[in-house]
């Protein structure tokens, strides 16, 4: 696909009767008459501009702005301090930031390669060497499966991005243990993308030894290492620390977050959101690698010392919630456990941890949520009768009582069909993805006069940004449903990026500049929490509630 130009555009439906030419010139007054009234006003006005001159001028979008909507970019200077970074997890996500590093094993260049050769429009392999040199060496991996331990090495020596038989460079040293990694005076920064049982632990072990820390979300697997690793983030402040929630890149969230802050939707009481995935990926039924064994699989590393699965035995009893893990299975080797963790407590967080943090992060984003002041949950398994103890359909509804809203998120690993993320006001509703639409309520207070000038037809979008739509080789539901969220590009001045890369420049320009990220410490406090009351709330079939004073969940 050719880069596409950003996109602003304005769709009313043209006027059928006889009178359109003088309905139109009347419309086209209306705009300039309301040109300044707050908000809408300049937004109208805008898109008729733009609208007028998009034949001559496709960058007509730069005449309508709130103010910048994208996110800060610059490029990494090519005489910046080498960040030496070592990589621990190269399963799905490790691979994937490694690629945001600009990384990865010469058979993915060489699948890019052929891809373009086969569908000149598809530009990933283009994009990929292109992508921005962000002057890191790769010099230790880790990974507890011989075969991805092994690609993790290959990966860190394509420092050409060359695909089959090409050049590569000196290989970074592959550990057999995490805490090895640490220990290397050759590592300056982590990347975390081990299971979710290990998030916690990794961060703050990886604290200790002085490293920067870039964590796979969710930042925790249970509720007391939430607050230990905020304590020890927070006693370390020289430490750049960064949650890995890549949607904090996507250009259309800052407008979003600008138009709500604007007033443009009225009062907002109902956030709206979910997840609905249906292959096999899409419910973490990951394929099991052949090369897979008792062997080539460090089991013990995997499953934890004894005094942290006892931590987690102690944690899950007090909690009443014993029944949902299985301590006699975690001597016993096991491929699906290995490959589909996701899929059982004893290393899981299952939809909370996983899926609906993407969604509470992004309404955090624009609407600065914090943390619910209660949480409510159902759900089960209802679907995929394979031995999972995490459920596949999850319904869970936040309660923000001093902002005077209620955010609710379900899921379905069942379905695919697709549903946006919706913001409701008294005076219009938002959705959100890599798109953005403002849709004018019928009944709306602010926008009366011109609902009844016929300037906005209440029920259509009014106004809709579209940064970018392509969502070239993306085939699967969950690629699908990643893409539509804004979870794998985003546009930033009409240029395509991918959303893992400039989450990750982040977090190094930041290391460079001694500034903090976009996802740090405290965002990654909030996001666990919440995920944690929701989590608890289906497990306890109780509502769980947030003592502010306190810093605590509670029954009561």
Known sequence: ?????????????????????????????????????????AMAYGVYRKKKAETSNRNAAEMFRFGSSSPAYSQTSSDAKVIRVGIIGFGIRGTQLMQGLGFAIPEYVEGL????????SNTRYQEFKEQEDLRVVITAVCDIFDTYGNDAVKAGANIHREGVGGSLGPDPRRYLHYKELLAAPDVDAVVIASPDHWHGTMAMDAIRAG?????????????????????LAK??????????????????????????EKGLLGKVSLIETG??????????????????????????????????IKEYMDYMTSAGLLKYVGP??????????????????DYSTGLSGDLLTHEY???????????????????????????????????TVFEFKEKEFTMLYSATLANQ???????????????????????????????????????????????????????DAVSTATERYFAERGLLYSFISGKRYNTTFLHLKEWLDCIRNGKQPSCGIDQGFEEAITAHMGTRAYLEGKTMYWDKEKEEITRE
């Open 417 to 471: 069909f697709s549903r946006s993320r919706k913001i409701m006001g008294h005076d219009a509703t938002m959705e959100v993805g890599n798109t953005l639409t403002v849709t004018v309520d019928p009944q709306s207070e602010q926008y009366r006069k011109q609902i009844d000038q016929g300037i906005v037809k209440p029920g259509e979008p009014f106004y809709t940004y579209l940064p970018g739509q392509s969502v």
């Open 328 to 345: 006699e299975s975690r001597d016993k080797f096991s491929l699906e456990r290995f490959f589909r963790w996701r899929c059982w407590w």
């Open 361 to 395: 992060d992004a309404m955090n984003q624009i609407l600065h949520l914090g943390i619910p002041s209660s949480a409510s949950s159902s759900g089960g398994v209802y679907f995929f009768k394979d031995g999972r103890t995490v459920p596949d359909v999850l319904q």
């Open 113 to 120: 390669i052929g891809q373009s050769r086969i569908n000149s």
């Open 211 to 231: 490293k920067h820390v870039y964590l796979e979300k969710p930042m925790t697997w249970t509720v007391p290492e939430t607050y230990e690793l905020r304590s």
């Open 1 to 41: 696909m050719e880069e596409e130009e950003k996109k602003e555009i304005n769709n009313p439906e043209e006027d059928k009767n006889s009178s359109a030419k003088e309905v139109s010139q009347g419309r086209r007054d209306a705009l300039k008459a309301i040109a300044t009234v707050p908000v809408l006003g």
């Open 235 to 260: 006693a370390n402040p020289h430490i750049v620390f960064q949650l890995g929630h890549q949607n904090r890149q996507i250009e259309a969230y800052e407008k979003a977050r600008q138009i709500f």
């Open 275 to 308: 997840t609905n995935r249906n292959d096999p990926n899409g419910a973490w039924v990951y394929s099991i690698h052949k090369d897979a064994n008792p062997k080539t699989i460090d089991w013990p590393q995997f499953e934890g010392d004894p005094d942290r």
